[in-house]
């Protein structure tokens, strides 16, 4: 056999494994960054969905990528001040005034047993106000937000109570 194409063979036998992985790990191939990013999503515990959406969305101010990558498409929000599916919740948080002080918030307390998760945190909507006690709970499957529920409670300027809301 001629020296080509022994050279030839070689060169082949080297360049197709080395093709192959960079076609199944690259950008698009079938293992790509996406494609890893949403098998680590739907791994996460229902404590870091929630966690990872309340980042995003809130303390890194952007409602809507966070809903649209932490909630479900068919979502049920059984709060009072949406229509209750996830275009509402977009809608919603997008109204809040992002750009200037916005709403601002601090979390107290965490629970998460099974696929609920309750966020007990202290929200002022209005800087220089009291603002309100609140618990969001949520309930996750297979790494989304399928149902959320708000409960609010407004802190009053005075209160005979020494141990104070939080």
């Known amino acids: 056999m001629r020296a080509w194409v022994h050279g030839l063979c070689i060169a082949a036998g080297i360049a197709a ?3 192959l992985t960079f076609w199944f790990t690259s950008d698009y191939g079938p293992r790509s960054k996406a494609h890893y990013a949403a098998v680590e999503e739907s791994q ?11 980042k995003m969305g ?9 809903v649209e990558r932490y909630f479900s498409p068919d979502v049920i929000d059984h709060d009072p001040n949406v229509a209750g599916d996830r275009q509402s919740i977009i809608d919603h948080l997008s109204a809040l005034d992002w750009d200037k002080a916005g709403p601002t918030r601090t979390i107290k ?18 800087p220089g106000t009291k603002g309100i006690a609140a618990v969001d709970m949520f309930r996750v499957k297979e790494g989304k937000i399928v149902e959320h529920w708000s409960v609010l409670q407004p802190l009053p ?3 005979p109570n020494r141990h104070g809301a939080f």
């Open 17 to 19: 494994p080395v093709a």
């Open 44 to 54: 996460a515990t229902p404590k870091e969905v929630v966690m990872a959406f309340e």
């Open 58 to 66: 809130i303390d890194e101010r952007r409602p809507k990528e966070a």
């Open 109 to 126: 307390h965490v629970i998460a047993e099974g696929d609920m998760v309750a966020v007990h945190h202290h929200l002022v909507r209005q």
């Open 157 to 159: 300027e005075t209160s």
